[in-house]
């Protein structure tokens, strides 16, 4: 991944306070090779990755991150400012008037199966949506538009196929008026390529019906394509935002990042496949890490950026190198842990972990669990915190009674602890050495 690529290229820089040029430089080979695979456009690449390396060059290297983290840090931020930062909705107007929103793009794309997953949130939401079929040149797309409204128990107006569109449109908002409905959304037709007649089709509904939001609605699996497409919708047509579709395939998503920075507009909602529920919220910082394929691990750096105490993990870093770790620093790493949202939650955002390990270190830092465990080391003597080995069963059953816990839980207790310190052995990846916490030289 473009993660391990990036600490492949930063594995001798370590230590170093600030980042170079040529540090950066090297960093961002990596990244421009790995958006150029995501199908970002050529020319949003090149524009990003001038912009990110203007600001990396002499950036401080933060103490708990390599120069890798830090490239990628900046990347991730840059990247994430690009797509817009925050969520956008789409605001409906009052109840009692009537929000237009238009359906656009290529055929294929997504309109009829989006217009309708739409359809179904404004519904859950209390709104009256009528469903219109603006597509009359392929027969088939009316009865799917209307077999999709039946799914979701949304209206779908319909006046067959020998009227104009923009008469349709009309005629919807009318029926809408008529019907104290509140949302109407039209579903038009797409060509296999951008084509006048149809942006003409489109400028004229515009012209004649007063639209709220024209929907731009892209195949993320089209790729560098897609940047075409967009630029002329938004010269021929104008549009107000971006629904972005089949995420749920293996494309690495690279349409998104290109889409926002051509047409300035904001990605409303991600489709996440074909069942009628499959529209999710578009989160750029998700979106981001796809992008430059990292799973969750900008989350990870950032998370043990706030709060891994540095000198705290070095120390104990050592002990576990050493095989020293005790129930004192146990109970510390537990509440490191803690603070982090749980181990659980930082090895899921590995990449290759999980299984038995997993739901092992998870059990130990229940919160319940926790407070147990405290409340058992805390009855423990110092010196059986520092020697476990010479915790004898009557010095357990006196741990049990001042812990007021049975003493089952506390031979459990020192056995996961046993297991736990084997684990952190096998793990130097995580806490210590090479990058994740990593401590830098
Ligand atoms: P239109 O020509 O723009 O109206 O596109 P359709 O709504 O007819 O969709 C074309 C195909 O893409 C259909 O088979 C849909 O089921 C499928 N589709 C639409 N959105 C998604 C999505 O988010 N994920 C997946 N996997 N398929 C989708
Ligand atoms: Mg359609």
Same mark, same amino acid.
């Given at each position: 991944?473009?993660?391990?690529? !990036?600490?492949?290229?930063?594995?001798?820089?370590?230590?170093?306070?600030?980042?170079?040029?040529?540090?950066?430089?090297?960093? #961002?080979?990596?990244? +421009?090779?790995?958006? #150029?695979?995501?199908?970002?456009?050529?020319?949003?690449?090149?524009?990003?990755?001038?912009?990110?390396?203007?600001?990396?060059?002499?950036?401080?290297?933060?103490?708990?991150?390599?120069?890798?983290?830090?490239?990628?840090?900046?990347?991730?931020?840059?990247?994430?400012? !690009?797509?817009?930062?925050?969520?956008?909705?789409?605001?409906?107007? =009052?109840?009692?008037?009537?929000?237009?929103?238009?359906?656009?793009?290529?055929?294929?794309?997504?309109?009829?199966?989006?217009?309708?997953?739409?359809?179904?949130?404004?519904?859950?939401?209390?709104? +009256?949506?009528?469903?219109?079929?603006?597509?009359?040149?392929?027969?088939?797309?009316?009865?799917?538009?209307?077999?999709?409204? &039946?799914?979701?128990?949304?209206?779908?107006?319909?006046?067959?196929?020998?009227?104009?569109?923009?008469?349709?449109?009309?005629?919807?908002?009318?029926?809408?008026?008529?019907?104290?409905?509140?949302?109407?959304?039209? /579903?038009?037709?797409?060509?296999?390529?951008?084509?006048?007649?149809?942006?003409?089709?489109?400028?004229?509904?515009?012209?004649?019906?007063?639209?709220?939001?024209?929907?731009?609605?892209?195949?993320?699996?089209?790729?560098? /394509?897609?940047?075409?497409?967009?630029?002329?919708?938004?010269?021929?047509?104008?549009?107000?935002?971006?629904?972005?579709?089949?995420?749920?395939?293996?494309?690495?998503?690279?349409?998104? #990042?290109?889409?926002?920075?051509?047409?300035?507009?904001?990605? *409303?909602?991600?489709?996440?496949?074909?069942? !009628?529920?499959?529209?999710?919220?578009?989160?750029?910082?998700?979106?981001?890490?796809?992008? *430059?394929?990292?799973?969750?691990?900008?989350?990870?750096?950032?998370?043990?950026?706030?709060?891994? /105490? &540095?000198?705290?993990?070095?120390?104990?870093?050592?002990?576990?190198?050493?095989?020293?770790?005790?129930?004192?620093?146990?109970?510390?790493?537990?509440?490191?842990?803690?603070?982090?949202?749980?181990?659980?939650?930082?090895?899921?955002?590995?990449?290759?972990?999980?299984?038995?390990?997993?739901?092992? !270190?998870? /059990?130990?830092?229940?919160?319940?669990?926790?407070?147990?465990?405290?409340?058992?080391?805390?009855?423990?003597?110092?010196?059986?915190?520092?020697? =476990?080995?010479?915790?004898?069963?009557?010095?357990?059953?006196?741990?049990?009674?001042?812990?007021?816990?049975?003493?089952?839980?506390?031979?459990?207790?020192?056995?996961?602890?046993?297991?736990?310190?084997?684990?952190? +052995?096998?793990?130097?990846?995580?806490?210590?050495?090479?990058?994740?916490?990593?401590?830098?030289?």
């Amino acid at each position: 991944s473009l993660s391990e690529k !990036l600490q492949n290229v930063f594995k001798n820089l370590r230590g170093k306070g600030r980042l170079t040029e040529a540090d950066v430089k090297a960093g #961002l080979k990596e990244v +421009k090779l790995a958006l #150029l695979e995501a199908d970002v456009s050529f020319k949003v690449v090149k524009q990003f990755i001038k912009a990110v390396e203007e600001r990396a060059v002499g950036t401080d290297v933060l103490e708990s991150l390599t120069p890798g983290q830090t490239v990628i840090k900046i990347v991730n931020e840059e990247m994430v400012k !690009l797509m817009g930062s925050e969520t956008t909705e789409i605001k409906l107007r =009052p109840s009692n008037e009537i929000t237009v929103i238009m359906m656009t793009g290529l055929q294929g794309a997504g309109k009829t199966t989006t217009a309708a997953k739409l359809a179904g949130k404004f519904k859950i939401k209390g709104r +009256k949506v009528l469903l219109t079929a603006c597509d009359v040149y392929r027969p088939a797309a009316i009865k799917q538009l209307q077999v999709n409204g &039946e799914k979701q128990g949304v209206e779908v107006f319909s006046m067959g196929d020998q009227n104009k569109p923009v008469d349709i449109a009309k005629a919807a908002v009318e029926h809408a008026k008529k019907h104290g409905m509140s949302v109407v959304i039209l /579903d038009t037709a797409g060509r296999l390529h951008i084509d006048e007649s149809m942006m003409e089709e489109l400028v004229e509904i515009k012209e004649n019906v007063n639209v709220d939001y024209s929907i731009l609605v892209v195949d993320s699996m089209t790729g560098q /394509d897609a940047v075409n497409v967009a630029s002329t919708f938004v010269d021929k047509v104008g549009i107000d935002g971006v629904i972005l579709t089949k995420l749920d395939g293996d494309t690495r998503g690279g349409a998104a #990042l290109s889409i926002r920075a051509v047409t300035g507009k904001p990605i *409303l909602y991600v489709g996440m496949g074909e069942k !009628l529920s499959d529209l999710e919220q578009f989160y750029p910082d998700r979106m981001a890490s796809r992008i *430059l394929g990292m799973g969750d691990i900008l989350t990870m750096i950032e998370k043990a950026q706030e709060s891994i /105490d &540095e000198e705290q993990s070095k120390k104990m870093v050592q002990k576990m190198k050493k095989n020293q770790f005790d129930f004192e620093d146990y109970l510390e790493s537990m509440r490191q842990m803690k603070k982090m949202g749980g181990i659980g939650a930082l090895l899921s955002m590995m990449p290759g972990m999980g299984g038995a390990q997993m739901k092992q !270190l998870e /059990d130990a830092v229940d919160e319940k669990k926790m407070a147990r465990i405290e409340a058992m080391i805390l009855s423990m003597t110092v010196k059986e915190r520092q020697n =476990p080995s010479i915790l004898n069963p009557s010095r357990k059953r006196r741990i049990a009674n001042g812990a007021g816990v049975d003493i089952s839980e506390v031979n459990r207790l020192v056995k996961q602890f046993e297991q736990s310190r084997k684990m952190m +052995k096998q793990m130097p990846g995580l806490m210590g050495g090479k990058g994740k916490f990593g401590k830098k030289g």
